[in-house]
Nanobody
Framework: QVQLVESGGGLVQAGGSLRLSCAAS????????MGWYRQAPGKEREFVAA????????TYADSVKGRFTISRGNVKNTVYLQMNSLTPDDTAIYYC???????WGQGTQVTVSS
């Protein structure tokens, strides 16, 4: 049984930073690509970033390129999302996803005030 548990969300002012974490269990974490998605109120869930199983390849949505950084620690079975220069448009629930299969975390709320 795969479990993904996000943490690190919160309330931050525009221009600030947050670091999200997603702890994985139930599978050999280092074998799988991982990703972050987000869903803002009234909008569909959208892709934010992804990282390959080795950490050697990353992909970002255009809206976060240059501001967000995805990374992973395969020893700790954790994937991270460093978010800098946050704007109110980044306000959403952020979800971690194991890219193989339909495995999602419960989400963590990020709210950016203007």
């Amino acid at each position: 049984q795969v479990q993904l548990v996000e943490s690190g969300g919160g309330l931050v002012q525009a221009g600030g930073s947050l670091r999200l974490s997603c702890a994985a269990s139930g599978r050999t974490f280092s074998n799988y690509d991982m990703g972050w998605y987000r869903q803002a109120p009234g909008k569909e869930r959208e892709f934010v970033a992804a990282i390959s199983w080795s950490g050697g390849s990353t992909t970002y949505a255009d809206s976060v390129k240059g501001r967000f950084t995805i990374s992973r620690g395969n020893v700790k079975n954790t994937v991270y999302l460093q978010m800098n220069s946050l704007t109110p448009d980044d306000t959403a629930i952020y979800y971690c996803k194991m890219m193989s299969g339909d495995y999602w975390g419960q989400g963590t709320q990020v709210t950016v005030s203007s």
